[in-house]
């Protein structure tokens, strides 16, 4: 079903269309551009973090939660709000890197379309929902939990936080990491195709480095799940199965550790050793997944739109790779 027209997809003499990864390549920008990006939107992930997190301790503090003021750190309802809310602001940043530096609309880190298609969102989200809640009830066994004591009040506070921010959460690293990432990368490429293995490679590496894990086996999970959801953003023309993927298995698994009564502190453990080869099971859903969606787009191939009116084609040499256009945005 066509989702309406976007501001670049109106009818064209010009053969040349444009994949999602291409979206910033397309503008011929110059290479700074995008290392000032990619510092910007570093600088993004760390400081909102450095400045919401300690907020949300002080708050602890002056609530009075005893392991605050001995100067331990617990993963409070409040603290682990803000944790979330700093990820969850990567959106508004990168839309607002992407149309100062490259003068883009910032719904292209949306989609072709240009702007964020939520049928398509809700019938991945309604699809994945009962499929993802089986699985990661599942991994429980291959991942021993490590109970604590929760006060009702922590309980019910930390389930509204996890249903409301953590969502948010996971936008936010898809708009950052398979949205502006994934273009200023995909835009080093000489060509489609060249563009899309560079824009996977670094996005799905930098992905990995931003969880800061130690442990090889979740560094491999990471590496797998960033470049199966890039891979996916390129075939559908944008990001929304990709955020609806990271929310339902962030928000689940969460969900479940709460439910348990786990010790959430312990969960985000990432520390060497932490991980065994049973994460290889995880890291097939994930690639499983991916082709699920590739096999399910088959008949429409990879979504492409137009070239942008104004901006002239790129020059593709003789031999040089290409990318044959397979339909406009539905």
Same mark, same amino acid.
């Given at each position: 079903m066509n989702t309406g027209p976007s501001i670049h997809t109106e009818v064209s003499a010009d053969p040349v269309r444009t994949a999602y990864h291409r979206t910033i390549a397309e503008t011929r920008p110059r290479a700074w551009r995008g290392i000032v990006a990619l510092l910007l939107l570093l600088?993004?992930?760390?400081g909102f973090g450095l400045i919401l997190t300690p907020i949300g301790m002080l708050v602890d503090s002056l609530a009075g939660r005893s392991a605050i003021v001995d100067g331990t750190f617990v993963l409070s309802p409040v603290v682990f709000a803000s944790n979330m809310l700093a990820l969850a602001l990567l959106t508004p940043w990168s839309m607002l890197l992407q149309r100062w530096l490259f003068k883009l609309p910032a719904g292209s880190l949306s989609s072709l379309a240009d702007r964020f298609r939520f049928d398509r969102f809700g019938r991945a989200v309604a699809i994945l929902v009962p499929v993802w809640a089986v699985y990661i009830c599942l991994t429980a066994f291959l991942f021993p939990i490590q109970a604590t004591a929760w006060t009702t009040v922590?309980?019910?506070a930390m389930l509204l936080v996890v249903l409301v921010v953590t969502p948010l959460q996971s936008m936010g690293e898809e708009y950052g990491f398979r949205g502006l990432i994934f273009q200023i990368a995909s835009s080093w490429g000489r060509g489609p195709r060249s563009g899309l293995v560079i824009g996977v490679l670094v996005s799905s590496v930098l992905f990995m480095c931003a969880h800061l894990a130690l442990d090889p086996w979740l560094n491999l999970y990471y590496l797998v799940f960033g470049a199966t959801? =890039?891979?996916?953003?390129w075939r559908t023309g944008g990001i929304e199965?990709?955020?609806a993927l990271h929310a339902v298995?962030?928000?689940i698994a969460i969900l479940l550790q709460i439910v348990l009564h786990a010790d959430l502190a312990a969960g985000f453990d990432r520390s060497a050793g932490v991980g065994n080869p049973s994460v290889l099971l995880?890291?097939?859903?994930?690639a499983g997944t991916g082709v699920v969606v590739w096999i399910a787009t088959r008949r429409v191939g990879t979504v492409t739109c137009p070239a942008r009116p104004g901006v002239p084609p790129m020059?593709?040499?003789?031999?040089?790779d290409s990318?044959? =256009?397979?339909t406009r945005a539905r």
């Open positions: 600088a993004g992930l760390v922590d309980l019910v959801l =890039a891979l996916i953003s199965i990709a955020v298995n962030n928000t995880l890291c097939a859903m994930v020059p593709t040499p003789i031999g040089h990318e044959t =256009a397979a």
